[in-house]
């Protein structure tokens, strides 16, 4: 089970921090990602971790200003996004996979949460 929390409303230049709980049969070591739906829209990729936190992956849109992390003890990852504008403006999802690297693809996560809604306002 995945479950995301943190998301609301916020204005543009502002942050946000958003939470990603796993538990059940995902373990700590799986790959986490978190992916971001505006309406209208494809899911898009945002930014995906290792299992150990050593690597991590983001697209283009966010580099340098979301980071994504992880707390293995407590089986959650968290995605900071700073300097939002309104195009980040989307339900921000949290998948899970077993595989070691993270990839961009959401056909490759099995675990996914039901969202969580990020609105920057203008």
């Known amino acids: 089970q995945v479950l995301e929390s943190g998301g609301g409303l916020v204005q543009a230049g502002g942050s946000l921090r958003l939470s990603c709980l796993a538990s059940?049969?995902?373990?700590?070591?799986?790959?986490m990602g978190w992916f971001r739906q505006a309406p209208g829209k494809e899911r898009e990729f945002v930014a995906g971790?290792?299992?150990?936190?050593?690597?991590?992956l983001y697209a283009d849109s966010v580099k340098g200003r979301f980071t994504i992390s992880r707390d293995s003890a407590k089986n959650t990852v968290f995605l900071q996004m700073n300097n939002l504008t309104p195009e980040d403006t989307a339900v921000y999802y949290c998948?899970?996979?077993?595989?070691?690297?993270?990839?961009?693809?959401?056909?490759?996560?099995?675990?996914w949460g039901q969202g969580t809604q990020v609105t920057v306002s203008s």
């Open positions: 971790i290792t299992g150990r936190g050593g690597s991590t």
């Open positions: 059940g049969r995902i373990s700590s070591l799986y790959v």
């Open positions: 998948a899970a996979d077993k595989r070691r690297v993270p990839t961009s693809r959401s056909r490759d996560y099995d675990y």
